[in-house]
């Protein structure tokens, strides 16, 4: 293998596979970045087995020549310092060549590094995925999806399904469930499919979610999703991302949303958020981030929290719908902060049946989201 | 106490004093802040012992109103909680009342806040220092004379005087030094003082100089500086800065700095600090960061590390000037890499007496700083 290629077009490919590379790898090989090279062009490629991501570099874009091949070949190369020591190189033009037991040259400027390379044929395979089942969503939804439900995901790996994210596709309706059993994150949105094409029990970890949602860029695009037999595959412009499913069947959550409510109230959301901020800094203190919400009888809302060593603090909120009975309730300001964080609307409304029922969020701009919290059983 | 104050004027000096709260008080006082009102202004103090913060706010400044005081008085309030309360308070205007038993009401906007106060008598007194031995310098100089020293202070707390930087005067001649026996950092500057005025052995603690460094605007102004018995007073407009010095004698350090070399190089700045970049890269994967400097028959330098599970890198440089013996010399490369990151001159020179000696690097566009590193002993 020997090749000339553009340090800024390879660092760029490595920045997007690096992220599937283990960063303490059981096998040495599971922690290194595989480079094929074609008469086509470049494919780097980085899997811990549970994630694999992918990057091509076509030998010429738009006219722009990213690579010269002098001779086609494949080698593996330990992550973590190729990662960095590509940055860094001095030009741009970055020479890379592969000699016997996969002893690797890259040349650029005035630095010439040897490394010690990896056989390829121990690399992990990319799962084989037919394309008959793709759908296409824009990027920037996909994104606010999961952005609106990972919150709610579980970490701890001792429940391994909570941990991720149920996607449910049904009527061209695709819906993205999270629970930690605490409370609950539910995003839809409509998909443009084949009416028919649906597919339930699809889980995937949030954290692998969250690094998906990084390698989609900020201006708009498609993404290709491919849903296979225990494999999802994305495909964003010239990048492939698969992640396994996780194992196991996810609980049914749809029982436990309210519909009915003995109190509803609308109140402006950038308002409540600040009030709850404010609470929380003292509820924080005692470990607990408890905070009460109280209906007063003029009609208004009171936020509070306590510490015994630290004081008081004390919020009015006026809301501009108020229905229903009077409440009490006290609940997990960090949690209520999350979900106010994320929900993109002006206003929302908060659904109640008393002190001991779960507190339902909605914004009322649109029906996307449901956030469910579940209430702290306090004395007083 | 009773008085409304703008939010923004609060937030700022709340901000300067609270590096000195002790964020882990031995005793609750430690931990806050302290606010007196008068009919001049309000002053927020911090102090931890070791060091003390103090800043005013006046009533009025520039025409612009600050602050309305309404009555009087002193209270201590838990500094972790009051810093990040204030910032997110709902309105400009802070309206801090202070009842029986130093109960604290802090009221803005629909925000009503109640803290647990703490006696102001039992704060720690301020030293008292006479201003008699004052001078100035410009701000930024002073902060760029601490960042061209502090890297080099030792962070062993076992020889507490290393932790510090030496500061000295003599004949209006400025001068710093670091050491923690592997390397050394000093730099001079001119000093508008009086001819006679000189002190020695005024050791402060690198971490407090980066606090006190934080604390000098990036806009040019003139700090007032006052050495007293075992403190030192640093005045910085609104603002007082009170330090310990470190007790115990700094050692002589004018002997270990060579003077005449057998082989001197002069080298970019930017070009070898990028070299060792890349060789750091791969001497950190050996965890001991070895990298050499080997003189070459044609006149370059190569400068390379190898680890041997990944390989090696190989740097060519040209010096701009080379004289003397040549040289195969090891050396820490992060400690080397301070040094570059540091220095404000585009060309280095570096003087060697062979590989065992220690290295001496210095600016060539003025004569302000000298860095001393000592080598690796290392085999082969």
Do not use: C
Not at 71 to 79: F, Q, S, T
Not at 166 to 193: I, M, N, Y
Not at 292 to 298: A, G, H, P, S
């Amino acid at each position: 293998m020997k090749l000339m290629i553009s340090k800024h077009e390879l660092n760029e490919a490595i920045q997007q596979v690096s992220k599937a590379a283990s960063s303490r790898p059981t096998i040495p090989i599971l922690g290194g970045i595989k480079i094929e090279v074609t008469h086509q062009g470049v494919t780097l490629t980085a899997s811990d087995t549970d994630i694999s991501i992918q990057s091509f570099i076509p030998v010429e874009r738009d006219d722009i020549v990213n690579a010269h091949v002098d001779k086609p070949g494949n080698v593996v190369l330990p992550a973590k310092f190729f990662v960095e020591i590509v940055k860094k190189l001095p030009s741009d033009n970055v020479e890379i060549e592969v000699g016997a037991h996969f002893q690797t040259s890259i040349r650029s400027g005035s630095t010439d590094i040897q490394m010690v390379g990896l056989d390829p044929e121990e690399f992990p395979v990319l799962p084989s995925i037919e394309a008959n089942e793709l759908f296409q969503m824009p990027g920037d939804l996909l994104k606010s999806m999961i952005r609106q439900t990972v919150l709610a995901a579980s970490t701890n790996e001792q429940t391994p399904i909570l941990t991720g994210v149920l996607w449910g596709l049904h009527e061209q309706q695709l819906k993205f469930v999270a629970t930690d059993r605490h409370r609950l994150a539910s995003r839809t949105a409509h998909a443009e499919t084949a009416m028919d094409y649906r597919f339930n029990n699809v889980v995937i970890a949030a954290k692998t979610l969250n690094e998906l949602s990084k390698l989609i860029p900020e201006q708009n695009g498609l993404v290709d999703i491919v849903v296979a037999d225990n494999q999802v595959l994305f495909k964003i412009g010239n990048v492939l991302f698969y992640t396994r499913m996780l194992d196991g069947t996810y609980p049914d959550t749809s029982k436990i949303i309210p519909q009915q409510f003995k109190t509803e109230l609308v109140l402006d959301t950038k308002k409540v958020t600040d009030a709850i901020d404010r609470a929380y800094l003292m509820s924080r203190e005692e470990k607990t981030n408890i905070v009460r919400l109280t209906t007063l009888e003029d009609g208004t809302i009171e936020i509070s929290s306590s510490s015994t060593e630290l004081g008081r603090v004390t919020e009015q909120l006026e809301p501009s719908q108020f229905t229903g009975d009077p409440l009490r309730i006290a609940f997990n300001s960090k949690y209520m902060l999350d979900v106010l964080k994320v929900i993109d609307s002006e206003n929302i409304s908060l659904g109640f049946n008393g002190a001991m029922s779960p507190i339902v969020i909605k914004p009322t701009d649109h029906a996307y989201n449901t956030y469910v919290i579940l209430p702290y059983r306090t004395t007083g």
